[in-house]
């Protein structure tokens, strides 16, 4: 069935250090492949996005890596700093048609000061 | 404001009960997603509606329903409540079908604790 693995459970850098998340996905007809940031008690927040068509996309301190091949992809986090402190979330587009996204089991990211 | 609004924010209920969740999706938006996450767990996909209709399922149990109304707006019922169901509660919506322009906005969620 569909699924989406995501390591590390935990990670803490320090603050500076970069920061890096892989999922791996199963379902080959994926083709949109979004990371959520959670604070404690929020709402997910969409804060990068890459398509099948794109290997890599880079905003400012985070970029994602897509390998189609492999079904992997990974976030990257450069010069972390505390506010990057929180759960991490890929997902993966679901079965054509459906629309829905597989999310990964989330990563907490602790930055320290 | 993400523009998705959820109803009631926090919700304490006894076992066996039934309750109802609402959302409310961006305006202009068409799809409707529910998610469910347990503590400390990750966000499980449960149901999706697209301008009325059912478009997908997931683990959703039977004796969770939802329904989209005509206004766009969507209900999520629980009934039977067990404690295993507390858990937060969020909604999405996307501007389409495919959300692969640009993704979904989340609501702020429900917080459910079943007692």
């Known amino acids: 069935g569909e699924n989406v693995e995501q390591h590390p459970s935990t990670l803490s850098v320090q603050e500076g250090d970069s920061a890096v998340i892989k999922c791996t996905y199963s379902?080959?007809?994926?083709?949109?492949f979004p990371w959520y940031k959670q604070e404690l008690g929020k709402r997910p927040q969409l804060i990068i996005d890459i398509r099948s068509n794109v290997g890599e996309k880079k905003d400012q301190r985070i970029a994602v890596t897509l390998n189609k091949t492999a079904k992997h992809f990974s976030l990257h986090i450069t010069e972390t700093q505390p506010e990057d402190s929180a759960v991490y979330f890929c997902?993966?587009?679901?079965?054509?048609?459906?629309?829905?996204?597989?999310f990964g089991t989330g990563t907490r990211l602790k930055v320290l000061a | 404001d993400s523009g998705v609004t959820q109803t009631p924010k926090h919700l304490i209920t006894a076992t066996g009960q039934r309750v109802t969740l609402r959302c409310s999706p961006r305006?202009?938006?068409?799809?409707v997603y529910w998610y469910q996450q347990s503590l400390d767990q990750g966000l499980q996909f449960l149901i999706q509606y697209y301008n009325g209709e059912e478009r997908a399922k997931g683990n959703i149990l039977e004796r969770f329903s939802a329904q989209q109304f005509p206004d766009l707006h969507s209900e999520l019922n629980l009934s039977s409540l067990e404690l295993g169901d507390s858990a937060l509660y969020f909604c999405a919506s996307s501007v389409e079908s495919a959300p692969t322009n640009y993704g979904y906005t989340f609501g702020s969620g429900t917080r459910l604790t079943v007692v």
């Open positions: 379902d080959s007809a994926s083709n949109y």
């Open positions: 997902a993966a587009s679901g079965t054509s048609g459906t629309y829905k996204y597989i």
């Open positions: 305006s202009g938006d068409l799809s």
